[in-house]
């Protein structure tokens, strides 16, 4: 039973981490009127730079001096809270996701705040003392005020741009106005109007999550949009040269040579080379435009957004904007796959062809190499007879002197007759040394491979 409670108490600790709600606490700090200032950074390297810009909000605490006893730290999320002598606060919030990580500075003036201003954080001593990570993508500067959205004339002046969206959300009270132009600090301004007076602190926070998570995943969005312009030229490029080259390869592949078949694999695959590194750029790039856009259209429905009299709604300028974005993404990827497997089937028709082409020399090697064998047998057979013609020649020319010899001692009468006689013996005599040694050669030579084919090791 004893190693069960390990497993019991890591995964009662996973649910305990997966279950707690680190924004929570922040409601005991919030309240309006409240002026938010929100970057967003980009990282080039995010397993890298997310460790290091938790790093980077420690420092920021330090340098804004906020109290250990009111700082909350976590692996992707943390906040501190400072606090002046007269009830001022300023709320510094840090939260790393998988492509971006951001801050939410809040600055919480007093209740009798006389009117809520964009432009620098007014809270005392303030300075943005850190180059933040990656490359910024969006800045805002948003004001939430207890009363409801001041006329159209003030809004006019306050927000840059030639045309003001507005909309209510969560509530009949609640009220947003923005021109999504930015300012000359490059934030574009968000004024909200909560209509009552002692609006719950939780739904502030949601209110500004709810604008930071459009902002940002509007503009991560449409940065892309350069990247995805440039891409569509080179992929239209390559899809224009991959059609010549299937007419021409088509048209000429049942006659070409080795060497042409050779020069179009080298084209092709260097083709298809730089068509996967387009693709692996891009899939790193665009693969997560469907999640954001569907981030976009969840928040935006989760604000329950109603129209205003005489304002444009704020859904109407985000959907214009990324309408058909993330859909072209995924059609641009669509079309590389496409063509790197046109690239990829036409190689592989021209190994097929090479591949037979290497199979005919084969056989055709085989048929020389056969007909070569049964030369070197016939020569052989004719060696061998010659050899025995040649041996028959000298026995008959050793038998003549011995045959002479007797004839002089008187033991013949006739010599020659008797060399006559011996000419038919000397060519079985012949005969018999010819297939006699061949038999032994072969014997001693089978004899020699028998052990070494005995030795060698079982596979």
Same mark, same amino acid.
């Given at each position: ?19 707690? +709600? ?6 005991? =700090? ?22 290091? $810009? ?26 501190? @809270? ?23 500075? =809040? ?22 003392? @850190? ?33 003001? &969206? ?21 934030? *574009? ?46 992929? &239209? ?8 080259? +299937? ?39 665009? #693969?997560? #435009? ?14 329950? *957004? +109603? ?45 097929? +062809?090479?591949?037979?082409?290497? *199979? ?14 049964? $030369? ?24 003549? &002197? ?18 006559? @006689? ?14 006699? #040694? ?9 004899? *020699? ?11």
């Amino acid at each position: 039973m004893a190693h069960q409670d390990v497993p019991q108490s890591g995964t009662e600790a996973l649910l305990k981490k997966l279950h707690e +709600r680190p924004h929570m606490p922040l409601a005991d =700090w919030l309240r309006a009127p409240a002026h938010v200032h929100y970057k967003a950074f980009r990282m080039s390297d995010p397993p890298a730079q997310r460790k290091a $810009s938790r790093e980077e909000f420690q420092s920021l605490l330090a340098a804004f001096s906020v109290p250990e006893e009111q700082t909350v730290l976590r692996e992707t999320f943390g906040y501190g @809270v400072k606090e002046t002598a007269n009830g001022e606060r300023l709320i510094v919030v840090w939260q790393a996701h998988t492509e971006y990580y951001n801050y939410q500075l =809040w600055h919480l003036p007093l209740p009798t705040w006389a009117e809520a201003a964009f432009g620098p954080l007014s809270f005392p001593g303030y300075k943005f003392p @850190v180059t933040p990570l990656g490359t910024e993508v969006c800045r805002l500067d948003i004001v939430l005020a207890a009363e409801a959205l001041p006329s159209r004339e003030r809004l006019k002046s306050l927000l840059p741009g030639p045309v003001i &969206y507005g909309s209510r959300i969560l509530d009949e009270q609640t009220s947003v106005a923005t021109s999504f132009t930015p300012d000359e600090q490059g934030r *574009e301004r968000y004024w909200v109007g909560l209509g009552q007076p002692q609006a719950q602190a939780s739904r502030l926070k949601d209110i500004v999550d709810a604008i930071v998570r459009i902002e940002t995943y509007y503009h991560l969005l449409l940065m892309q949009k350069p990247l995805f312009s440039a891409a569509i030229d080179q992929v &239209y490029k390559f899809e224009q040269v991959h059609l010549k080259q +299937r007419e021409v390869i088509s048209g000429h592949i049942g006659h070409a040579d080795s060497q042409t078949l050779q020069r179009w694999l080298n084209s092709l695959t260097q083709d298809l080379l730089k068509t996967n590194r387009i693709a692996g750029k891009l899939h790193f790039e665009l #693969s997560a #435009s469907l999640p954001y856009d569907k981030i976009v259209h969840a928040t935006l429905a989760s604000l329950a *957004e +109603r129209p205003m009299d005489s304002y444009r709604p704020v859904s109407d300028y985000v959907l214009s904007g990324i309408t058909g974005v993330a859909d072209g993404y995924q059609q641009l990827l669509r079309r590389i796959e496409t063509l790197r497997g046109g690239f990829e089937g036409i190689i592989s028709i021209i190994r097929a +062809r090479v591949d037979l082409i290497l *199979e005919a020399q084969n056989l055709t090697l085989l048929q020389s190499v056969d007909k070569t064998t049964k $030369s070197q047998v016939i020569l052989q057979h004719t060696v061998e007879g010659l050899s025995v013609i040649v041996i028959a020649y000298y026995l008959a020319g050793l038998a003549t &002197y011995v045959l002479k010899g007797l004839h002089e001692a008187g033991w013949i009468k006739n010599a020659n007759i008797a060399s006559a @006689v011996f000419v038919p013996i000397a060519i079985g005599l012949a005969f018999v040394i010819t297939t006699a #040694s061949k038999k032994y050669l072969h014997k001693k030579w089978s004899g *020699e491979q028998s052990p070494q084919e005995l030795n060698k090791p079982q596979a």
